[in-house]
Structures are given as structure tokens and as C-alpha cells.
């Protein structure tokens, strides 16, 4: 990029051997990314640095915390040794050690912000990976997902969805012309499926309130991009398939709540999926087909998706064919495979008449790696030999204290944080047996009252039971409304009309 000094108009990564900047422009950061190498060669304080870079450019930003040391984002960095030296050797850095504006998340609601979602949100072809169904089980959670469109049954949280399965298994009318499909073997094998999610802590993911998208994008008051992690350090490792299966499920649902926006200069949204492989590991080919498509489609809606992985080959190639900018930390290759591996990651690149990529890649230092930017006009930018700018955030992980502190200032703290189980499938079923729902209240905590309460001591006895009755019918009309979208399709419309 010259000699220039960089803003925030570009996405700086370091520098070259000569010290001059590697960026690429802000615009084309929706042409996604890729950031790979072996296990110590430095991935995390670049991704600290990237993450940084679009925060300062008010672009949001979601990753997952896979070794927890991410969120040392959240702290101010104190740079000494080797880092300090690198700095300094970068004096057009600007580097101004500060904390950047990080919310915490955490599925179980230990570390962070509880993180859920709606099994009628995920859809069936998301949950069907997830629960590893085969096709005939697959089928049979097609049917019970449009009997409860049909009959307007909401499918919140498990429970929901075992109270249909139940109920389906007692009234296999309310099938219609799918009740080949929910055979006794399939019925069963759902609910031992459910049961062995919830065993493995699943049943967190699901219910309300659920996550708002427009929570993720709201820039900071001082328009800084808001960086949103996911504490993912357990969950990658006891539930791979529950982390893989709710970014696939957060990428649909950009895809399907976007507007197009065009050519602007800069995303609205950057996402870091660690663990890359994870999304595509063992997952159906039907979802592994509409992921592409939705990579492909979804920078037009200005979300820029950056794979993070140990090696490109754990990609498929159709989505490395996709990917804009490119780091590549040090690889190292013993076996005949891993040296073929590496030559393909090194034609990968556009050759640099300067070095060659295949011997430099065996030889890169912690923090060095080999960039591919895209030029102006889009096309690839030769290879070049990268320093990777230090982060201005703390590199290492925060203290439990440090966690507490920043759980407790969140603007998002007290939206998220008590479950809320409202009426959906499992207590109209159990209503329709005549039996009372269980309350899920928890214990020694008052129930607060519902915004809808709140409305009718306002407004009056009157007004505000009209009220309820109101919202409770426009629920009812979207439990018959939820049509799912690309990635969980049942009609290949959008669920929200």
C-alpha cells in the first residue's frame, strides 16, 4: 500500500520486511478472510489485531473465545520486550495501549451473557445436524416443524419440541399425509436424541429472550465498533456440534435480516469463526451446500466472515475460492501429505518474485506470517512476508475480577440475563390435556413482571388486559408464520413476513 500512513479507512495488518504498511482497503473487508496456521505461530494476537482494527472503524464484531485469552481485548496492553521493539519499528502505528468495547457471551450464562436462540428460529435442517439425525429422522422432524406452523404452536426451548413429538405420537392424524414419516422408530429416536442434548448441556441454546441482531451491530457512543465474544473454551471441546451449529445458525440469520446494501466503504460486521473445521466436519451435504451459497451471497448485506484454522485444506474449496484476504502463520510439514498440503497453500497465494512462499512458510517466526491482500480494484495483491502489528488491548486473558466488572457495566446487562418462558407448545399441549405446565421459576428470585404487566398497570385493567390479548394473538399469527429461510428451509421463503 506504499509508504502512506494507514486509518481507518483500511484494515491494517503489520508490515513488511522494509517496514512499510500491509493493509487492505475497508470496503473490500466484506470479501471475507482466512486466518491459518499451526498451533502457536501467533493466530490469536492477530485476530486481536484485526478485531481492533475494525472496532476503530465502527464495524462491529463477533468471535469466539476458543482458548479465552480473547478477551484480553478488554483490558489495555502494557507492550514491553519483544513487542515493544516490534512497535517501535512501526512508527507509523500510532500505538496507543487501550481497552476496546467488549461484551461477553456465554451459552450457559457463566461467563458472559446468556446466549439462546428458538428452535422455530434454528429450523429443521440446522437442529436435524445438530441431533446428527439420519434421513428417515430427518424427515420425521420435517413433519412434526409443519404440523407446529400449522397449528400455530410456538417451538421454543426442548421441552417444546418433546411436548409436540408426544403429542403427535398420541394424535398421528394431525400428521396428514406425512404420518408414514413419524414412524414409532423415528418418534423415539428423536427423543432419545433430545435427551442426549440436554445431557450434554444443550438445552441452554434454546429460549428466550433469544439474541437481537441489532444488539450485536449498535456501535458505541462514541461510534466505535461494539466486539461481541462468545466463551467458547469448554464448549468447543464438550459440545463441538452446539457451537458449529449456532454460528451456522447467527450467519442465516444475517443472511435472512440484512438489507442488501451494496458497495459501501466499510462492513457493518466482521465474523471470526474459530475452529473453522468444526462447521464442516461430519455436517449433511445439503447444509454444507447452503453454507457456501450463503458466504457467497452474504458480503452483499455487509458481513465480512473470516475462517480460523489451523490449515486452508480444512476448508472446502468452494468457500476458500470465496476468500478475500489471507494470513498464513508458519505451517510445519513432516509427512509426504502435510508437504503436499503446504505446497497447495503456497500456490494459493499470488507468487512474490521477491521470495518463495513454499520455503518462507516453513520458516516464519511467532507473529510473522504470509499476507494476500485484494487490490483497489479487487484482485489479489502479491504475497508479502507480514510482521503482524501488536494489538493495543492486552495480550492474555482477563482476570475473573476483570470479567465481573466488565459483565456488570454492560449495556446489555439485565436484557438477557433471566430466562423468560412464556406460553409456546409444551403448555398448549399440556393445556389440551388439562394438565398444568410446570413453572420453571427460579428459586428464591420474585418473578419480574412481563413487559405486557407493566403496559396494563399503566394503562389500566382494561386497556392493558386488550393489550396481552393482542400481543398474544400477533405471537400466535407468527408461530403460523415461521417459514424458514435458506438455512433451514421448509417453503425457501423468509420466516419473517
Not at 449433511?284 to 466472515?305: C, F, N, T
Not at 479487487?378 to 482477563?398: K, Y
Not at 390479548?469 to 399469527?477: G, L, P, Y
Amino acid at each position: 500500500m506504499g509508504d502512506e500512513m494507514p486509518d481507518s479507512s483500511q484494515l491494517v495488518i503489520g508490515a513488511d520486511l522494509a517496514g512499510s504498511p500491509i493493509a487492505q482497503a475497508m470496503r473490500l473487508a466484506n470479501r471475507h478472510g482466512l486466518v491459518a496456521g499451526a498451533t502457536g505461530t501467533g493466530k490469536t494476537v492477530t485476530l486481536q489485531r484485526l478485531a481492533e482494527a475494525f472496532s476503530d472503524a465502527g464495524v462491529a464484531v463477533f468471535a469466539a473465545d476458543i482458548k479465552g485469552d480473547l478477551c484480553g481485548l478488554g483490558a489495555a496492553g502494557n507492550p514491553q520486550g519483544k513487542i515493544a521493539e516490534r512497535i517501535a519499528g512501526m512508527p507509523w502505528l500510532n500505538h496507543q495501549p487501550q481497552a476496546y468495547p467488549v461484551t461477553l457471551w456465554d451459552i450457559h450464562g457463566k461467563s458472559g451473557h446468556p446466549l439462546r436462540t428458538t428452535l422455530s428460529e434454528m429450523g429443521p435442517l440446522l437442529l436435524g445436524s445438530l441431533l446428527e439425525l439420519t434421513d428417515s429422522q430427518q424427515s420425521a422432524l420435517y413433519a412434526a416443524f409443519k404440523v407446529a406452523d400449522r397449528e400455530g404452536l410456538l417451538l421454543l426451548d426442548l421441552k417444546d419440541l418433546k411436548a409436540l413429538l408426544n403429542h403427535l405420537r398420541d394424535h398421528p392424524e394431525l400428521l396428514g399425509d406425512d404420518a408414514a414419516l413419524m414412524t414409532t422408530g423415528s418418534s423415539q429416536a428423536l427423543l432419545r436424541r433430545l435427551a442426549t442434548l440436554e445431557q450434554q448441556g444443550a438445552e441452554a441454546l434454546f429460549g428466550e429472550p433469544a439474541l437481537q441482531l441489532e444488539d450485536i451491530l449498535q456501535p458505541t457512543a462514541e461510534g466505535r465498533g461494539r466486539i461481541h465474544l462468545l466463551d467458547a473454551s469448554r464448549l468447543v471441546h464438550e459440545a463441538p456440534k452446539v457451537y458449529a451449529t449456532f454460528l451456522l445458525w447467527l450467519l442465516a440469520e444475517l443472511f435472512e435480516q440484512l438489507p442488501e446494501r451494496g458497495d459501501a466503504d466499510k462492513p457493518l460486521l466482521a465474523l471470526f469463526f474459530d475452529e473453522a473445521h468444526l462447521l464442516f466436519a461430519g455436517t449433511p451435504q445439503a447444509l454444507r451446500d447452503r453454507l457456501e451459497q450463503v458466504v457467497r451471497l452474504i458480503r452483499s448485506k455487509g458481513v465480512g466472515v473470516y475462517f480460523v484454522t489451523q490449515s486452508p485444506g480444512d476448508l472446502p474449496d468452494d468457500v476458500l475460492a470465496q476468500l478475500g484476504l489471507r494470513v498464513q502463520h508458519g505451517l510445519r510439514a513432516f509427512t509426504a501429505k502435510e508437504q503436499k498440503s503446504l505446497r497447495a497453500v503456497a500456490e494459493g497465494f499470488r507468487p512474490n518474485p521477491a521470495f518463495d512462499a513454499l520455503s518462507v512458510l516453513t520458516e516464519l517466526g511467532i507473529g510473522e506470517a504470509l499476507v494476500g491482500t485484494l487490490q483497489d480494484k479487487g484482485t489479489p495483491a502479491m504475497v508479502q512476508r507480514v510482521l503482524v502489528a501488536p494489538p493495543q488491548s492486552r495480550i492474555g486473558p482477563l482476570t475473573e475480577t476483570e470479567r465481573t466488572l466488565l459483565i456488570a457495566g454492560s449495556p446489555f446487562k439485565g436484557r438477557y440475563d433471566k430466562p423468560i418462558d412464556r406460553e409456546s407448545a409444551y403448555e398448549v399441549l399440556m393445556g389440551r390435556k388439562g394438565l398444568a405446565p410446570e413453572p420453571e421459576s427460579v428459586p428464591g428470585k420474585p418473578e419480574e413482571p412481563s413487559f405486557t404487566d407493566k403496559a396494563g398497570e399503566f394503562l389500566g385493567t382494561a386497556a392493558g388486559q386488550a393489550l396481552k390479548s393482542a400481543m398474544r394473538q400477533a405471537a400466535n399469527q407468527l408461530g403460523r408464520q415461521l417459514v424458514r429461510g435458506l438455512m433451514g428451509s421448509l417453503l425457501g421463503g423468509s420466516k419473517r413476513r
